[in-house]
């Protein structure tokens, strides 16, 4: 089930902004304040969900209690047509995963999305739920090696559960949020009990996550998209 975090990023995403910071400038929110909200770190009331509704033409009833109906039977753009339907098909590149590699909140934010030749990925999924990571250094290299491509899918806006022994991208965060890890990790599930285990045989990236979903160190940790397919070049 989808958080209202989540449905705080399905809606900006489709409203067109690509990054949390230029959701922040456009709702007038700190950066900090923003983020806490869509990453699930602090809940929104009833007040803000009708200022992000406006901005992002969705209704404040959907973002903060979903329901059976899907995103856009509660979509409610100004001139009548559903915010998503100018997307793209063509997959992008939206920045790299690189274990052990901390930096600023912002520059996740700044990343800038490339075009690629991919325009089909998965069939099962809708274009508008998958995207492309680079991959940088060695914490992916049993599996794929630095620079290659994985195909990635929000599990959230796609529907979909994720299972033991998916591989997943991971982003944690330290300093209050301020600084963040983007890496991939394959997931176990024991109970409440999460383990992301590494997909590497560099001895630097040996040592597993561990944490609770339901404990506070899990707003740490949180599992962005499952990875689908690895790709040479593009």
Not at 51 to 68: I, M, N, Q, R, S
Not at 152 to 178: M, N, T, W, Y
Not at 197 to 214: G, I, K, L
Request: charged share 35%; with cysteine; proline share 3%.
């Amino acid at each position: 089930m989808k958080s209202v975090g989540d449905r705080l990023r399905e809606a900006r995403i489709a409203a067109g902004y690509r990054s949390m910071s230029a959701a922040a400038d456009r709702v007038g929110k700190t950066q900090s304040t923003y983020r806490a909200h869509e990453n699930g770190q602090n809940d929104y009331d009833s007040e803000d969900a009708q200022v992000y509704a406006d901005a992002f033409k969705v209704t404040a009833d959907w973002l903060l209690f979903g329901g059976d109906k899907d995103f856009k039977s509660w979509s409610r753009s100004k001139n009548g047509t559903d915010p998503t339907s100018s997307r793209m098909p063509e997959l992008r590149i939206r920045g790299e995963v690189a274990a052990g590699l901390w930096l600023e909140a912002d520059l996740f934010d700044s990343e800038k999305v490339e075009k690629s030749n991919l325009t089909g990925g998965d069939k099962r999924y809708s274009p508008d739920c998958q995207y492309l990571l680079r991959i940088r250094g060695e914490s992916l290299n049993r599996i794929a090696q630095d620079g290659d491509f994985i195909l990635c899918v929000d599990f959230g806006q796609a529907g979909i559960e994720l299972k033991s022994g998916d591989l997943v991208v991971v982003e944690r965060s330290r300093d209050g949020g301020h600084t963040l890890e983007r890496t991939a990790k394959r997931i176990f599930r024991h109970d409440d009990e999460i383990e992301l285990r590494p997909e590497s045989n560099d001895p630097r990236f040996q040592e597993p996550v561990v944490y609770n979903e339901h404990s506070e160190e899990a707003s740490e940790v949180r599992v962005l998209a499952k990875i689908l397919g690895v790709f040479r070049e593009l």
